[in-house]
């Protein structure tokens, strides 16, 4: 005979309410779970998507913020324009490795009546500022083939050798990027000079990518840069990664908020359930106190019983958004305006910790009120000849 | 072993003051085996719950062993309760879900006491219920019930066991084993005090205290 099967009994002795309540833990401590993961996800997989442009800053107009300026590297549109005499200034850096300029432009497709995102880059560097695509077809060899995106692909039913059409100019599909599981699933990519004629913003670039020799130098270089070319404005990636990181705060923000009172919830429900057994039981709780047992026993078999069931609540939380990741990420990204690729949800040992946790503190708020209550208890008043 | 000092135990009820006992002198030696009769209401069971500390007389003086409980900490009554007292109930009171063992072993996990597990086991032969060590009380009879819980009174093995009607809820049949276990177990040694209803069961007892509105008229 032990404690533990005493409170193992209690909670055995209504197995339906204590399935009600467990569902409520576990649902709770699941999206408390997958909000910390997610957001953990999120940073780490920006980072990691950042890290594979291959670049180690962006040059943008001055007067660019930060937030546009992270986004031009994700496919954002801005209004402003660099000067591509910059790239002969650049070249005189000897630090630098790789000058990729990029306009990111909204273009309408009348066939198929929709707007598309263009993305201009020189393909001649496509393989190293995109290292990790896998490519179905031909990177482009000339101006007028584009390579696209899986999306667009999939939703124009488009095939290689097919063409789309912007602004009266016939482009032919050369290739189309398989699934990234991140936006660049929705771009059409063209080729720099190109879409510069078709926005006749012949020399000019949204933004120009660095990639320098040896990340050491970083400092050293960005201020050189900044020191003898004017107007413009250097965004390194910690920068990038930290302003897209910035931009997700509200999002977090909410669904932390979400997760908290999912937490509030349950563990009224918790406590209501627990407090409705100590009324059922008042003269079992009456006979042990007359066998033996003192105050802090009955409160402690309480609040243990409570305990118990959020610990083993929190735990089918976790497992159960492990189980479901795929799915809780596609709910969430209904409501993200930027994801990076890539997995979010994953099983984190120290994030486990922090729900299971989370649980405990749960069990045993709940479990103070009703564990008082049945340690005031008083056997001669229940126990009636 | 158990002295009694004009002990009286008064309930308010608005300014109403009720008396559940009047004024109680008695001394119980170790090793007497006592039958309390009279009828409901007359404080049978209040004088119980004040030997068994689980109630405090209002007035008066309760010593058992020599401790003086009116002065004793919350603490050391519940060491006195664990060590020394032993209760049997009507109703049994045993809890479900707990098989006979645990039921009984239920007051040893209390007291903190280790390796009681074959004293337990011959706790349950002794009273004839070997066969029903793993069921569930709601698989037993009501005369199997109050045997396990007279079990579970001894398992702390008290020096006094304290018996509230214990044969209420039993019939004739039922009701005469258990008296026979009481006879037992006070040849062994132990102080029985039981109220009881059951007139001829009472007469059985050695000592017979009559209660009549809340004093002890003989």
Known sequence: MTFLKLYINSLLRNKIRTLLTLIGISASIAILFSI???????????????????????????GCPHEVASLILHGAVSPKFLDMDITEKLRSFREIELISPIIVTQAPNIKYDRIDILYGIEFSILKILKPYWDIEGNIPTNDYEIIIGSDIAEHYKIKIGDTLNYKGVQFRVSGIVKRTFSQEDAYVYISLKSLQKLLNKEGKASAIGIRIKNIGDLNKITEDISNKIPGIQIVTMSQVVNSLSVMATSAKILSLSIAIIAIIISAVGVMNSILTSVFERTSEIGIMRAIGAS??????????????????????????????????????????????????????????????????????????????????????????? | MIEIKNIKKIYKRG?????????????????????????????????????????????????????????????????????????????????????????????????????????????????????????????????????VAIARALANEPEILLADEPTGSLDTENSERIFEIFRTLNNKGLTIIVATHNLDLAKKAPKVFKFKDGLLVK
Request: aromatic share 10%.
């Open chain 1, 36 to 62: 910390f993961s997610f957001n953990r996800g999120f940073e780490r997989n920006i980072k990691k998507e950042t890290e594979k442009t291959g670049l180690h800053f962006m040059i943008v107009p001055s």
């Open chain 1, 295 to 385: 105050k802090f026993d009955i409160f402690r078999i309480i609040i243990m019983e409570n305990i118990l069931l959020s610990i083993l609540g929190g735990v089918i939380g976790i497992l159960f958004s492990v189980i479901s990741s795929t799915v809780i990420e596609k709910f969430l990204k209904k409501f993200l305006f930027y994801l990076p690729s890539g997995k979010l949800i994953t099983f984190e040992f120290h994030i486990a910790l922090v729900c299971l946790i989370f649980s405990l503190f749960i069990g045993v708020v709940s479990g103070l009120y009703p564990a008082y209550r049945a340690s005031k208890i008083n056997p001669i008043e229940v126990i009636k000849t």
């Open chain 2, 15 to 147: 300014a109403e003051k009720l008396y559940a006992l009047k004024g109680i002198d008695c001394s119980i030696e170790k090793g007497e085996f006592i039958a309390i009769t009279g009828p409901s209401g007359s404080g049978k069971s209040t004088f119980l719950h004040i030997i068994g500390c689980l109630d405090s007389p209002t007035e008066g003086e309760v010593i058992i062993d020599g401790i003086n409980i009116k002065n004793s900490k919350k603490k050391d009554l519940i060491n006195i309760r664990r060590q020394k007292i032993g209760f049997v109930f009507q109703n049994f009171y045993l809890i479900p879900g707990l098989n006979i063992y645990e039921n009984i072993a239920l007051p040893v996990l209390f007291s903190r006491k280790k390796n009681y597990r074959k004293k337990i086991l011959s706790l349950i032969e002794d009273l004839g219920l070997s066969h029903r060590i793993n069921h569930k009380p709601h698989q037993l009879s009501g005369g199997e019930m109050q045997r």
